[in-house]
């Protein structure tokens, strides 16, 4: 019988640390905490310093607790000695924590210590063991800080919140401080009114090729303004803010000799950048691989914990995946000095070890993200890792090696070029040693100077040397908005404001969008109108000071002191809930307000025609209802990105005064607000549904047209519709005909003894994919467009067809065991995908 018994939280690392301990040791999983505060009623007596009551979590369908508090008490009390080795971070202590609460007798006296390694290999968990510690008490009292006041939040706002709005919402220290970041950046681009501005561009040749443009740069003494619009134009500025001042410059400039007036060459270093934390690790993941930071977080937790490699069994491939430090450990940069040096030449090596600094903030007892072991190449593991597991490892990979790789060199060259009182520049940039370029270059979320000049390559030219005039070119831009967070971006504003945490990051994204406060649309963060409600209700309420930038910054850095041991954990929770109390009074005494109070207005039902709706409250913000008929609209018309109000439409998308007719019954359309934003609905409701999509910048879809083609179900005309997804064909009558056109690709279905053949359909996201049209009858689903083309390996009777960036276009067999791909790089890289997803089913409208 093993001696020694050893917790961890997830049964893959316990078998991960098993192989490397032998048979003294016993090693299990408590699978995650086994404790918190109670999930009915608050759990914190405010009155008694904040003391929290917790208990053992319940049994739920996903996992039987009760059974595994029972083994672990069992395997405790056989033990000899308790090893606690969950994560080396506030949850993992906290963990700990309650494990030597809740498992170990106290009589006799356990022998109970905590042991933390930042890699699991045999090297770092045996340095673990050979010094053991014991649970820190400080790093406990900072989780248990975070975990009160998110529940003091959450359980006395939360509530409120639903009472106010409806439905099941939440309100949450960090969440409604992300939340009203995507929603402020929203009215920031609905507000923003364009500048038009002009560049002119010239192009020249010298006597050696190729050409080049050289743009504009000064007149006379001024600088031609190409950005900063928010602020006012400078004496020593000028803006080029109109068609006739840019034509009169080109035509000016055109009739002067353009003469080389000077050429600037100089070397340019761009260093390498450090190792990832873990919020660059979810940038960067989300620039170059698409992945959501959830996801990303996932992977990242697999590589840790451990994955089977052959002969070798379960092997940890990086270092823990929740750190804030660049920190690499001597060892570990001696063995990457050695791998630089071996692999890519002492070119790339530099002459002394590169030490990068973390934050002032971060916790540098743990290390950046690295591979445990930088000779295990990802082309060596390729056999062993997953497609996304492989991508993520990679990435790892190449960035911690670059990081300790020499500095790229580049030769930056400026050319003036004088045309009467005219300057033209032109700058271009030539690599002349790639160095860590050689294996990794950071993502951008959006394109750089430095990148353009890395595009352009300009001859060598002498100055006094007269250029040939090609052509020169006006060119109108517009300043754009402010663009819509991603998650990549998201994550770094939050960084960058000191809000959240490493262990944090990811559990916001998903909140936001479980939630439905957001919605993802090619990428991008939109708030939906529930979620625009939900933060005004809380901002106008009372808690505008609370959730806010600065204060929760603060809040996060006075954690960081409990967590070092400079502030009690019930200190901060004071001076907190001092404030929070006041503001939960004001919000209180708002939300009754709003709910109860009706604000009486001279606005016409377009229904009744009756005068004096009055403006109300609900989940998508304020409404007007009529109190003879109960119709109701939306009391707020949104202003696109044109500057015209959506509102607009109530008065007819053509301009006029009268409200647009409904199409299907004749009476007035108005503006509603739903889930998705707003839409125009038929006043008819319910007996006639009939609406019209409103985008995002404002216009609204045009109305159905009508088709030379009848249904097939009631002999009525079709009509091209605009929903949701975009274009769809249906039947006139609609809804008592509900018969819409299938986009068909002439493609018959492979499965055996179906007669339909492939369709066009749309997922609830908006995204194509192609069906089966005897569906639900036969579940067959592509998600790359099925080509009426034989495979000329096995002769299937059709080929897929997809597109990427790197690839381009390239048929592939649908069939996998045949393996057949018109692009060489092989079908592995597009399976194909049949599983039957019925929230996919529902064809667009």
């Not at 707020?636 to 005064?657: C, L, V």
Request: overall charge positive; proline content about 5%.
């Amino acid at each position: 019988m093993a001696k020694n018994l050893v917790i961890v939280e997830s049964p893959a690392k316990a078998k991960t640390i098993n192989k490397y301990l032998g048979k003294d040791y016993l090693v299990k999983a408590s699978i995650g905490h086994i404790k918190d505060l109670p999930s009915k009623g608050l759990g914190v007596d405010v009155d008694d310093d904040f003391k929290p009551t917790y208990e053992v979590i319940p049994d739920s369908r996903k996992r039987n607790n009760k059974r595994i508090v029972a083994e672990l008490r069992k395997a405790a009390k056989d033990a000899d000695a308790v090893y606690l080795a969950a994560d080396p971070d506030r949850e993992g202590e906290a963990i700990c924590q309650h494990l030597a609460e809740e498992i170990i007798p106290k009589r006799p006296a356990k022998p109970t210590y905590r042991v933390m390694f930042n890699e699991i290999t045999k090297r770092a968990v045996n340095a673990a063991f050979d010094s053991p510690g014991q649970i820190d008490e400080n790093l406990v009292d900072a989780q248990q800080a975070r975990r009160v006041l998110d529940r003091l939040v959450g359980y006395k706002v939360s509530p409120l919140l639903c009472r106010t709005i409806g439905g099941r919402l939440s309100a949450g220290r960090v969440q409604s401080v992300a939340l009203r970041m995507v929603v402020e950046r929203e009215r920031e681009i609905e507000k923003f009114l364009k500048t038009e501005y002009w560049t002119i561009v010239a192009n020249v040749a010298a006597k050696l090729p190729p050409a080049f443009d050289a743009r504009l740069f000064k007149v006379g003494e001024q600088t031609v303004k190409t950005s900063g619009f928010d602020q006012n134009t400078k004496k020593s500025e000028i803006l080029i803010n109109e068609k006739a001042r840019a034509t009169e410059i080109v035509a000016e400039a055109e009739k002067e000799p353009f003469v080389v007036s000077e050429v600037a060459t100089k070397e340019r270093k761009r260093n390498p950048v450090p190792p990832f934390i873990t919020s660059k690790l979810q940038q960067e993941a989300s620039r170059k691989l698409g992945f959501a930071v959830k996801r990303t977080m996932m992977l990242a937790q697999k590589l840790y914990e451990g994955v089977e490699l052959g002969s070798e069994g379960s092997v940890g491939l990086i270092t823990y995946m929740r750190t804030d430090s660049t920190r690499v450990s001597e060892a570990a940069l001696g063995e990457l000095r050695d791998f630089i040096g071996k692999q890519y030449g002492p070119a790339y090596l530099p002459e002394k070890a590169v030490h990068y600094r973390s934050k002032k903030d971060a916790q540098d007892a743990h290390e950046a993200i690295r591979p445990t072991e930088v000779a295990r190449t990802p082309d060596s593991l390729a056999q062993y890792l997953n497609k996304d597991e492989l991508r993520l490892y990679r990435l790892i990979w190449q960035r911690t090696v670059a990081s300790h790789m020499t500095p790229a060199i580049f030769d930056q060259t400026t050319i003036d070029i004088n045309a009467g009182r005219f300057l033209f520049r032109a700058t271009g940039s030539v690599q002349k040693f790639d160095g860590f370029l050689k294996l990794y270059q950071e993502g951008r979320d959006e394109k750089t100077e430095e990148d353009e000049e890395a595009e352009r390559t300009l001859p060598m030219v002498k100055e006094g040397e007269v250029l040939d005039l090609k052509s020169i070119t006006p060119e109108q831009h517009f300043t754009e908005p402010p663009p819509r967070f991603t998650e990549a971006t998201l994550v770094k504003a939050l960084e960058e404001k000191g809000i959240g945490r490493p262990s944090t990051y990811a559990a916001i994204m998903t909140t936001i969008q479980d939630r439905e406060y957001v919605e993802k649309l090619e990428g991008r963060f939109h708030p939906t109108g529930l979620g625009k409600t939900v933060n005004d209700v809380l901002i106008e309420g009372g808690f505008d000071d609370l959730f806010n930038v600065t204060y929760t910054a603060r809040m996060e850095e006075e954690l960081d002191h409990v967590e070092e041991g400079k502030l009690k954990w019930t200190t901060a929770l004071h001076e907190f809930y001092d404030k929070f109390k006041d503001d939960l009074g004001k919000f209180k005494k708002y939300t009754d307000e709003i709910k109860n109070v009706d604000t009486p207005t001279d606005e016409v039902c377009l229904k009744c025609e009756t005068k004096g709706m009055v403006k109300k409250f609900g989940r998508f913000g304020k409404y007007l209802k009529c109190l003879k008929c109960g119709a109701t609209r939306d009391a707020e018309p949104k202003a696109g990105a044109d500057g015209n109000a959506a509102g607009e439409a109530n008065a007819g998308s053509n301009g006029s005064e009268e409200p647009e007719a409904c199409d299907l019954c004749g009476k007035p359309m108005q503006l509603q607000r739903g889930r998705f934003g707003q839409f125009l609905g038929c006043t008819g409701y319910p007996e006639c549904r009939n609406i019209r999509k409103i985008s995002k910048a404002g216009a609204v879809a045009p109305a159905p047209i009508p088709l030379d083609e009848k249904c097939p179900v009631d002999g009525a005309q079709l009509v091209r519709r605009f929903g949701r997804f975009g274009e769809f064909i249906s039947c006139s009558n609609y809804p008592k005909c509900k018969y819409i056109k299938q986009e068909t690709t002439g493609v018959a279905c492979l499965r055996e003894g179906c007669v339909g053949e492939l369709v066009v359909k749309k997922s609830k996201r908006g995204k194509t994919f192609y069906g089966c049209s005897q569906y639900p009858t036969c579940d067959a689903v592509f998600w790359n467009k099925p080509v009426k083309e034989a495979c000329p390996n096995c002769r299937a009777p059709f080929l897929l067809e997809k597109t990427t960036k790197k690839q381009g276009t390239f048929r592939y067999c649908a069939n996998e065991e045949c393996g057949y791909s018109s692009n060489a790089a092989g079908p592995d890289i597009a399976k194909v995908k049949q599983t039957k997803v019925e929230r996919d089913r529902q064809p667009a409208r």
